[in-house]
């Protein structure tokens, strides 16, 4: 049989099957050649079965229906049928009652049908795909992209095919994304308003604290104790903003960098640095504190030791500020007894018999700006960052944290670290020979406050301080020195002329080896990894935080120089 449509496969495809409906003949039979039939010549039933067999290889679904208020269903590959769980296509048809429309989920019918008439009057050769649910034998519903083109026959009437992609996995993926994202957004827009709700009410309390005491100072002059009680309260509530501030800078710098410095250090002499840093401060609050290394058969470890002693610091620091007078705290470390050669697991250990947390809380304990009610109603304030801290620096380290505490009961954490073991020659070679108190720093700094403040501090700890207002001014006194004028530099990094990077690396080239390894100490109001990163890039010796803090610089300083 020929026909004005033999021109095009599809349209002669569609033909065929046309003819097939219309007289009320399965196609199935013929394609697996069971029947027989006199409609079609056998090169037309060679051509239905040549096209049926490559329809049934495409990896997509695909339904062809009338384009009419019926939308009767002329043919469906394999795949289709297997979205809808039919066998064949009579059962198909026996399932929908042989329409489009019966395909299709009841909510989406609208959706479904529209798909049609848009594609068309475009007249788009790359249709816009559209997404509707369609129904299975089992009940089931499952989600499809519906790419349709339409086909006017002339003799048939328009027919649709439907190129179908079952997506219901690819949504439900999204789906979860998108909840992930969600569960992300909602996460930090509550960490956002547990900032704001802090820092509200955190920093004003120091700073009504130093606006208040200034006040009442300017109106003290002549009273030279009731002044001096006043500037140690504003130095008080002064170093609980800078604590603050240094905090959200270390939640910062530890989110951005998985870097550690791997040095040799003494576990319990960091131990016993931490006790006599807060001992004033359980003192001041009639607290019991005790520091317990006696378990501790190798304490010559190599670690990163300015993250160790800020943990025990920041764990042992919170014990403190969380125990009321009377009260104890206790600093343990201890290690476990299967040594292997070179690591061993350390326990540290702090306990109060503070205020406790409640067991809801105690799953967010180590989250940023979390804080327990109980605390701000007994007077207690906290930015919420220092177990943050804590947790970030312990994993990092590799290691685990444990907290056990009930309400009004106290708190225990316990952190477990895995830390390789100096050796007995090693562990000798750390130990500094004493030197000469007396030392020249030449101190870099463009702000002229800054430098006189700077100066001033360290020349009442008997130093001996030169002045530099940029670097190159500061490379200038080096060079015309003579060797062994200046024992140390204390470099501010960010300055005009030439910053603190280009004159540390401007000495490290100098010809004298003496002039070129002088240890420099950069101090800048960044504390963010870049600034170690490039300060380490170039042989600067070590990186503290403005303001200064002295009793680090003197630390700093002893480890440079010795003591």
Excluded at 70 to 94: G, S
Aim: with cysteine; net charge negative; charged share 25%.
């Amino acid at each position: 049989m020929k026909d004005q449509n033999n021109h095009h496969p599809i349209k002669h495809m569609i033909h065929l099957l046309h003819l097939l409906q219309m007289n009320h003949i399965e196609i199935e039979p013929l394609l697996t050649g069971t029947e027989q039939t006199d409609l079609l010549s056998p090169e037309e039933i060679q051509f239905l079965q040549t096209v049926c067999s490559l329809m049934d290889e495409m990896s997509a679904g695909l339904l062809i229906c009338q384009a009419d208020d019926d939308q009767e269903i002329l043919y469906a590959n394999c795949r289709f049928l297997h979205m809808v769980q039919c066998e064949t296509i009579k059962d198909l048809r026996t399932f929908t009652d042989n329409s489009f429309q019966h395909v299709v989920y009841s909510k989406d019918l609208n959706t479904a049908s529209d798909r049609i008439l848009p594609q068309t009057s475009k007249g788009q050769a790359e249709p816009d795909p559209a997404e509707y649910r369609i129904r299975s034998k089992s009940g089931s519903v499952r989600w499809v992209e519906d790419y349709s083109r339409l086909f006017h026959c002339e003799e048939n009437g328009d027919v649709v095919c439907s190129f179908v992609e079952d997506v219901t996995d690819k949504r439900a993926r999204q789906k979860r994304q998108l909840n992930d994202a969600l569960d992300r957004a909602n996460m930090a827009a509550i960490a956002r308003n547990a900032f704001l709700t802090n820092i509200s009410y955190d920093i004003r309390t120091p700073l009504n604290s130093i606006l208040g005491f200034i006040s009442q100072a300017k109106e003290s002059l002549y009273d030279t104790a009731a002044q001096q009680d006043y500037l140690n309260r504003i130095e008080n509530a002064s170093q609980k903003l800078l604590d603050m501030l240094n905090k959200v800078l270390e939640v910062t710098a530890l989110s951005t960098s998985d870097e550690l410095i791997e040095e040799k250090c003494d576990l319990c002499t960091i131990g016993q640095e931490v006790y006599d840093f807060l001992q004033p401060h359980a003192e001041e609050k009639n607290i019991t504190y005790t520091l317990d290394c006696g378990d501790v058969e190798h304490s010559h470890i190599y670690a990163d030791r300015q993250k160790l002693k800020q943990m025990m610091l920041n764990l042992t620091n919170n014990a403190i500020t969380y125990t009321e007078s009377g009260g104890t705290v206790s600093l343990t470390i201890t290690e476990d007894d299967n040594a292997s050669d070179m690591e061993s697991v350390y326990y540290i250990q702090v306990k109060d018999t503070g205020v406790g947390i409640s067991e809801d809380f105690l799953k967010h304990i180590f989250e940023p700006f979390s804080r327990e009610k109980n605390t701000t109603f007994r007077g207690i304030h906290s930015f919420g960052l220092g177990l943050t801290i804590v947790k970030g620096i312990v994993d990092k380290m590799g290691g685990s944290i444990e907290a056990k505490s009930a309400e009004n009961q106290g708190s225990t954490f316990t952190v477990t670290l895995r830390l390789r073991r100096q050796t007995s020659s090693d562990a000798d070679t750390w130990k500094t020979t004493p030197v000469p108190p007396k030392r020249t720093i030449l101190l870099v700094e463009d702000n002229e406050i800054n430098r006189e403040i700077e100066a001033d501090l360290l020349e009442r700890l008997n130093f001996i301080i030169d002045p530099a207002e940029n670097g190159e001014v500061a490379l200038q006194k080096i060079t015309q020195a003579a060797t062994g004028t200046y024992d140390l530099v204390l470099l501010d990094l960010r300055m005009p002329v030439m910053d603190g990077w280009q004159t540390a690396t401007a000495i490290r080239h100098l010809p004298d080896p003496v002039l070129a390894n002088i240890p420099i100490i950069a101090l800048s109001a960044s504390i963010f990894l870049e600034d170690y990163q490039k300060a380490k890039e170039c042989e600067i010796n070590a990186h503290l935080a403005k303001p200064l803090n002295l009793p680090v610089l003197l630390e700093t300083i002893d480890e440079l120089l010795g003591k």
